[in-house]
């Protein structure tokens, strides 16, 4: 799986949240409103959270990597393009 074209915008930060990412996965898959946290414990270090849609009271999760390990290796790359800016 090839990540690219990874866009951040940040925000004035609000309770941890700094900020948005857009992201395509092996050039044909555009994936966005991805938002971006700071740790409570490691202010340095970035979680992703991943957009849901609200049906009365169920949350349902549009997207997000099916295991730790890809959570892991799109975080990096994200934090990485966070740092930049």
């Not at 990874?6 to 990412?21: A, D, L, T, Y």
């Not at 555009?30 to 938002?35: K, P, Q, S």
Request: glycine share 4%.
């Amino acid at each position: 799986m090839e990540i690219s074209k990874i866009n951040i915008k940040k925000i004035e930060p609000n309770k941890g949240h700094v900020g948005f990412c857009s992201l395509v996965v092996d050039d044909w898959l555009y994936l966005n409103n991805i938002a971006i946290f700071t740790r409570l414990n490691e202010p340095e270090r970035i979680r992703l959270v991943f957009p849901e849609k609200k049906i009365g009271i169920i949350k349902i999760s549009l997207f997000h990597p099916l295991d730790a390990k890809m959570y892991q290796k799109l975080e990096e790359l994200v934090l990485e393009e966070y740092k930049q800016l």
